[in-house]
């Protein structure tokens, strides 16, 4: 952790408005990544005013966790960390603040535990307005907010011109796994179930109509959200789930590809079931692309046994963040490691990994 | 999203296949079969795929991927000569995205952009110029790939270009015509088709009228196809329904878009922008007379052969590659040596592996890995009332394509 921005697990807050008006500078300089004062107000008045909760503490190299309440929730501790570098940095649904609380939040989730504590890097290029960094910072307290974690510590550091694009942040999160859960892609058996929580590609088909170049009008929005609430309800009905993750790079066909690569069972999915808004399939046939392996960053994908999918997806359906549930296919025996999808055409092809990006077809 | 599900419904489907088993029984009751059809676009191949059109034919009916992928076709030398425009200082090189994997003798887009060319993806040639008129101190070079479908919207613009007064925009022309194309496979005495499903997108350019030719002088029904599984099953009935009547004609089945003189604006660009090249190096194919387009002497300010030193090397394919054949529609991808192994998407000797509509990927991704792995990947076509149809086996038991004896109906 460097001593850029540096603190305890108790931040000082203070109201939006107060900081900006003593934050004087209008975008970022060298002078913010350079130890003195102009990195000091940086620190104090856009991200500590923003991340500090509760009174206000020691600005320190480390944050510290008490264990003892940590031990009472569970048996593990999950530690994950993600990179988020997304253009545009804003987007329909989301900016690249709620993709780096929720992202790890998710990643936390998706092993069954629950996110408590998440770390954040951010490296700024010279030039960057400090409205959009501030804009980005506040995406980022609400989201931890509404996803119940704290943002404990945190660096920065400042690139010159043309050395980064605008803003990476990088993201590490700490959370714990209750007693008895332990959701694991090599976990699935011939015959579990399949089921995702809602429509599939919507975060890519969003970025790839926020990006200029295009061109095209659409009102998808991003499905950018947090995912542990609805794990906790999944977990309350099945504690014994096989398998959980987050369709996130590669879309829900990687996800499943590495689910039956890692079990060595293969995966039949149903395409009649799998849930696409028409806006997605409508962009990904203007492209020449195929939703299934479209980004998502809400999407959550669940295997569970048979004789208790009905059951999860009754509760799934019952949160805000799950009511678009659907169960989309099954594991079988044979050909391990397969992915086919049951066409609405009736036949079935192989849904294979992804190479390198999905490239638009010309014609 | 409107009026598209109506040709993808499954009910249907099963209407056309019974239709085509009957005939494929009668045809071939008369001579040896499978009947073997050629698709001749990419985007029919990538429909077939998509949809499993091939696990509901029966095995009376083989569809053989034709050469109308115009990425597949894009030979070495030629991928060679766009790198050497990008590595220039000073040039912003443009191209669709399908074209950055396709590899030249040493490289390919990706890798020469991760080298450091300034090579930007655009989804239209109108992009390109966008990105000139922005970079007025660069010069911006436009790689301009495909049959006739994508030629006209490269020359509106050069043709806006030079209205709008742009000196800083070219085009690197490797457009390519499709019917030399399919009479260059016509004259090979290796091939072995009874019909043509013609393509959908170019016909909309040129019509129909270009393929009389191909009825007239070589015998082979010739039907113009849209896109969606039932426009393509449908098409592929009329091409039987040809051979089973004894004709030999060119038929439109994508009537709702396709004219029989096909779109005169179009055309009209084409012909001032462009003119046709003595010859053109095609992947697999080689040359072939009358192929291609390059830019006319009357726009040579917007030509990058012109304005830029190339190598231009005629560069040989790999030894293993056995795209050549594949696309000739002698061979299936699983016949090649490579397909599979050392070639795969992600490390493609052919360019048939590089597009989603190359034959080798499509088989790749959509449908075999290899004879062998993926027994179990396409069920049992669906089940038609009345006698059961003649089914193509599953993946396991597919069998290398036979260039065998087929009889002339026509």
Known sequence: ?363 | MQYVHEFRDPTKAQGLIQAITALGEQITAHRPGPIKIMEVCGGHTHAIFKYGLEALLPGTVELVHGPGCPVCIMPKGRLDDAIAIAQQPGVIFTTFGDAMRVPGSHLNLLQAKAQGADIRMVYSPLDALAIAKANPDQSVVFFAIGFETTAPSTALTVLQAQAEGVTNFSLFSNHVLVVPALQALLDNPDLALDGFVGPGHVSLVIGTHPYDPIAQQYHKPVVVSGFEPLDILQSVWMVLKQLAEGRCQVENQYTRLVQPDGNAVALKAMAQVFQVRPTFDWRGLGSIPASGLAISPAFAAFDAEQQFTIPGKTIADHRACACGDILKGVKKPWDCKVFGTACTPQTPIGACMVSTEGACAAYYNYGRRSRQSTPSAVKPPVQTSGPSPQTRPTTGELSPAEPGKIEQYC
């Open chain 1, 1 to 363: 952790m460097g001593r850029d921005m540096a603190t305890t697990n108790s931040w000082p807050r203070q109201s939006l408005s107060s900081s900006r008006s003593q934050f004087r500078d209008s975008c970022i300089t060298l002078a913010h990544g350079s130890g003195g004062k102009a990195m000091a107000d940086l620190i104090t008045e856009v991200f500590v005013s923003r991340f500090g909760q509760g009174s206000p503490g020691p600005l320190n190299d480390q944050a510290l966790v008490d264990l003892g309440p940590l031990i009472k929730r569970g048996d593990r501790l999950a530690m994950t960390t993600d990179s988020y570098v997304v253009d545009p940095l804003f987007f329909p649904g989301g900016d690249i603040g709620t993709l780096a609380v929720n992202g790890t939040v998710n990643d936390l989730a998706v092993g069954g535990a629950t996110p408590l504590y998440l770390t954040c890097g951010f490296i700024l290029e010279e030039g960057l307005p400090i409205d959009t960094l501030i804009q980005v910072v506040d995406s980022m307290a609400q989201a931890a907010t509404a996803a119940g974690v704290q943002l404990v510590t945190g660096d920065t550091k400042v690139v010159p011109r043309g050395k980064a694009d605008q803003l990476f942040i990088n993201t590490a999160g700490v959370g714990v796994v209750p007693v008895g859960v332990a959701p694991a892609a090599d976990q699935i058996q011939p015959g579990d179930v399949v089921l995702v929580n809602g429509p599939v590609g919507d975060h890519g088909a969003a970025i790839m109509v926020a990006r200029a170049d295009l061109a095209l009008d659409s009102d998808i929005p991003s499905d950018c959200q947090p995912l542990h609430r609805l794990v906790d309800t999944i977990l309350a009905v099945c504690p014994q789930v096989r398998a959980m993750r987050d369709a996130t790079r590669g879309g829900l066909a990687t996800v499943i590809n590495e689910f039956a690569i890692a079990s060595q069972v293969s995966i039949s999915l149903d395409e009649t079931q799998i849930p696409i808004r028409p806006a997605v399939n409508g962009l990904c046939e203007l492209l020449g692309l195929d939703p299934l392996y479209l980004a998502n960053e809400g999407t959550l994908v669940v295997v569970v046994p048979p004789d208790q999918a009905e059951a999860v997806l009754v509760a799934m359906r019952s949160h805000p963040a799950g009511h678009h549930s659907q169960i989309i296919g099954t594991a079988q025996v044979e050909s391990p490691g397969l992915v086919t999808l049951h066409t609405g055409f009736g036949c079935d092809r192989v849904l294979d990994q992804l190479i390198g990006d999905q490239l638009p077809r010309i014609c």
